[in-house]
């Protein structure tokens, strides 16, 4: 786990994103308990406060919860969150752009899908 | 409560203003970093905070009281450094400094203390002045967490100690803070290594205050935008733009400002390069722009 300082993106966030993908990848399972502001703090090097806040950020959108005096925990359905939120920013962040892009070069769709299937890696649909 | 409030303070030496009309309040139980040039007056500060040196004017007030001649106060502050200026002490064993610490902090944690002494694998049947120079400053840094002042100045504490001891002491600072909260003030010139772990940044160039703010906002504002010198321009017209390089028709301009979403749309558009910076190149910039900001 280390920040990226150069990017835009605020400390906290990153963080919030962090755990996020930690548990899209499972290295932390629905009902496990996450780190605490303590251990991010000091792995991360990085403030309490803002530390408190990445991880607040995740209770707000219903990812972690808070059992008292125990620590934060996973929910149950989180991944699902996490998948829906990050699909509606694939299709914004990546989606939008390579059509912007594509559009500048003349590309037409079919072109774009030839690559798309010409890419090695990916999920197929009989996968 | 423990709030810190400097008011119009100036410390004059011979004919240098060391602090030069200093207003400031210190937020309570904040991890702030102290950051400037050599001579900017960084440890002059922390001096007339510790209250081991006195205003020329103006006042250091703690609680509203000020903090001149007022033992009660004085004990609520540790400045972690300070052990060498004392004479006579050089020839103490480290045992018997810190004996002597224990004795002049209230709330000196004893359990803690030998904790560290462990973890940093500090021999203190020897003495100070035959400690090596990275040992001598574990020494003020032992001082600076065992006494869990409610108000702690680190005076850059680094001096001599190898990257190993300084992750050590950031580490268990970090995690300390959280268990028992407490203002912390830490100059430092290795701004990298502690960005991240400040709450507030305050900057000082010849002896002013050039910068007091949080350091999120530090991290939403820094930008530095690089592009076709027009273009660059024409986004940065009502923005603080702290320092500028130009290389032919390109520029670099630093800028410490907020964007709005539709203005970073704009500058993506005119295929402006906008990335962040880090505090270190921030201050580095800043001081090179001068005092124009």
Known sequence: MELKTNLTTPIFIQIAEMIEDQILKKIIEEQERVYSTNELATLLHVNPATARKGLNLLVNEEIIYKKRGIGMFVKEGATQIIKTKRMNSFFQNYIIKMMQEAEKLGLNKEDIIESIKSYPGGIDNNE | ?293
């Open chain 2, 1 to 293: 409560m423990n709030n810190v409030m400097l008011n119009e303070v100036y410390k004059v030496f011979d004919d240098t203003k060391a602090i030069d009309n200093l207003t400031l309040e210190i937020e309570l139980n904040k991890i702030y970093g102290l950051i400037g040039r050599n001579g900017a007056g960084k440890t002059t500060l922390l001096k007339l905070l510790a209250n081991q040196l006195y205003p020329t004017s103006g006042t250091v007030k703690i609680d509203d009281k000020i903090l001149k001649d007022n033992d009660e106060l004085t004990q609520r502050i540790c400045l972690a450094r300070e052990v060498i200026s004392v004479r006579g002490i050089k020839d103490f064993k480290l045992k018997q400094i810190f004996d002597i610490a224990s004795l002049i902090y209230p709330n000196w944690d004893n359990e803690f203390y030998k904790k560290l002494i462990d973890q940093f694998d500090l021999d203190i049947k020897k003495k100070y002045i035959k400690s090596s120079k990275g040992m001598q400053t574990m020494v003020g840094i032992i001082i600076g967490l065992a006494s869990r002042a409610p108000v702690t100045l680190f005076d850059e504490p680094y001096v001599g100690l190898d990257p190993v001891a300084r992750e050590l002491f950031y580490e268990i600072l970090i995690n300390d803070y959280e268990k028992s909260p407490r203002t912390i003030i830490i100059s430092t010139h290795l701004i990298n290594e502690l960005e991240n772990s400040f709450e507030k940044v305050l900057i000082l160039h010849k002896g002013k205050l050039m910068l007091n703010e949080d350091m999120e906002d530090i991290k939403n504002k820094a930008r530095v935008l690089s592009g076709e010198k027009n273009k660059v321009d024409s986004v940065t017209k009502n923005k603080k733009i702290i320092y500028k390089q130009s290389l032919g028709r390109l520029v670099n301009y630093t800028v410490l400002d907020t964007f709005t979403e539709q203005e970073i749309k704009d500058i993506n558009n005119l295929q402006i390069d906008f990335s962040s910076l880090s505090l270190q190149k921030l201050f580095v910039n800043l001081s090179k722009g001068g005092e124009t900001i």
